[in-house]
């Protein structure tokens, strides 16, 4: 079966610092991985995917994820980070299992950026 | 916004009653998944729905049920509700892609008093 880990639970970063937020994973196949970004008392918004192609990979709000295969890792980063970026961060895998995609998703990691 | 809407976006209820939670999928989604986010226990799957055939079940107690209509909305039913029940529902929908990602609707906050 599939599975996502964050290894931490909270990351502090100061503003206008680099910030990457951790995320592993293992699959039975093709790894398709998702960030979403999640605000207080708002769902979850997509940030951006690795489907195959270059290992990293941009996406929304200057953000972007850097795809390792031999260390089946997708850690997101952002080169610099602005108190607007505090929240809830998740990693996802989706994967086909027993007739149909699933997506599952890592515990979080909760990203505080100090002014 | 996400193109995935559900109601009621909060619910106040007495512990051992039942509450219908409602999803509309972005349109042409045939998938529709729906987690339970709680503080001690992350963002737990529960239940997805494939063009209105059940697909996945996860940690979903036997009180909790769920279906896919024809018009490919979404309910969620929770019965016999208990404090532990309190928690924000959510309902994503996504395509058929291999790739494709999922699109969360705002949640339901469930209060169990």
């Known amino acids: 079966a599939q599975s996502v880990a964050q290894p931490e639970d909270q990351v502090n970063v100061a503003e206008g610092n680099p910030l990457t937020v951790k995320c592993t994973y293992s699959v039975s196949g093709n790894p398709y991985l998702f960030w979403y970004v999640q605000y207080p008392n708002r769902g979850l918004q997509f940030l951006l995917k690795?489907?195959?192609?270059?290992?990293l990979v941009k996406g929304s709000y200057g953000f972007e994820a850097e795809f390792n295969k031999s260390q089946t890792s997708f850690h997101l980063k952002k080169p610099s980070a602005l108190v607007s970026d505090s929240a809830l961060y998740f990693c996802a895998v989706r994967d086909f299992v027993a007739g149909s995609y699933q997506l599952t998703f890592g515990k979080g990691t909760k990203l505080s950026v100090i002014p | 916004d996400s193109g995935v809407t559900q109601t009621p976006k909060h619910l106040i209820t007495a512990t051992g009653q039942r509450v219908t939670l409602r999803c509309s999928p972005r349109s042409g989604d045939l998938s529709v998944y729906w987690y339970q986010q709680s503080l001690d226990q992350g963002l737990q799957f529960l239940i997805q729905?494939?063009?209105?055939?059940?697909?996945a079940k996860g940690n979903i107690l036997e009180r909790f049920s769920a279906q896919q209509f024809p018009d490919l909305h979404s309910e969620l039913n929770l019965s016999s509700l208990e404090l532990g029940d309190s928690a924000l529902y959510f309902c994503a929908s996504s395509g058929d892609g291999e790739g494709a990602e999922a699109f969360f609707g705002q949640g339901t906050r469930l209060t169990v008093v």
């Open positions: 729905y494939y063009n209105g055939e059940e697909r």
């Open positions: 690795y489907i195959t192609g270059d290992n």
